[in-house]
Antibody, heavy 124, light 107 residues
Framework: QVQLQQWGAGLLKPSETLSLTCDVY????????WSWIRQPPGKGLEWIGE???????NYNPSLKSRVTISVDTAKNQFSLKLTSVTAADTAVYYC??????????????????WGQGTLVTVSS | EVVMTQSPATLSVSPGERATLSCRAS??????LAWYQQKPGQAPRLLIY???TRATGIPATFSGSGSGTEFTLTITSLQSEDFAVYYC?????????FGQGTKVEIK
């Protein structure tokens, strides 16, 4: 059973860089999509991006110019960096994981594991 | 980008009754669709993937159906713990996109 424990700064000023890390415990499969999702207060979920253990990444085009997701398999963690934040980036940020099972084919995906969420507030 | 549209925005249901939630994709996503449940202050919880496969530990009162552009999540005999917000997500294309959510509230 995978458990995700996320951490990082919760209060930023405009133009600063958001940095969050997700520690992974109990991984059971060889490969995963390591993902970040955010949720502005009172609103719905927005997919930010993902990375696999082989470091293949995909990002939401709306954030792509400012986002970097990285993985460190030796440390069992993955991270999110979002540059030049504004008030519009205020949200609860979640890390999440999907096992990537070869026998299921190219669309093996489901966000079965989630971190506890981190509220990131951007304010001057 | 595939736009996911959920309806209704809010569904008022009495305990013990059935709830039917809809999710429509702006283009075909085959069966590459998941459903999540979110309660206030909590992370989302996976319910269904592959449009109709229940995730581990999800009771049979939850069922998913559909393919292509039209999907349905059905909750039979609603219990108090089922009142929450439900999101669909397509993973057929990048970016992976969520619907805006359906809130199931007590009537």
């Amino acid at each position: 059973q995978v458990q995700l424990q996320q951490w990082g700064a919760g209060l930023l000023k405009p133009s600063e860089t958001l940095s969050l890390t997700c520690d992974v415990y109990g991984r059971a499969f060889n490969d995963y999509y390591w993902s970040w999702i955010r949720q502005p207060p009172g609103k719905g979920l927005e997919w930010i991006g993902e990375i696999t253990d082989s470091e293949s990444s995909n990002y939401n085009p709306s954030l792509k110019s400012r986002v970097t997701i990285s993985v460190d398999t030796a440390k069992n963690q993955f991270s999110l960096k979002l540059t030049s934040v504004t008030a519009a980036d205020t949200a609860v940020y979640y890390c999440a994981a999907s096992p990537r099972l070869a026998f299921e084919g190219p669309w093996s995906y489901r966000l079965a594991y989630w971190g506890q969420g981190t509220l990131v507030t951007v304010s001057s | 980008e595939v736009v996911m549209t959920q309806s209704p925005a809010t569904l008022s249901v009495s305990p013990g009754e059935r709830a039917t939630l809809s999710c429509r994709a702006s283009q075909s996503v085959s069966s590459n669709l998941a459903w999540y449940q979110q309660k206030p202050g909590q992370a989302p919880r996976l319910l269904i993937y592959g449009a109709s496969t229940r995730a581990t530990g999800i009771p049979a009162t939850f069922s998913g159906s559909g393919s292509g552009t039209e999907f349905t999540l059905t909750i039979t005999s609603l219990q108090s713990e089922d009142f929450a917000v439900y999101y669909c997500q397509q993973y057929d294309n990048w970016p992976r996109t969520f619907g805006q959510g359906t809130k199931v509230e007590i009537k």
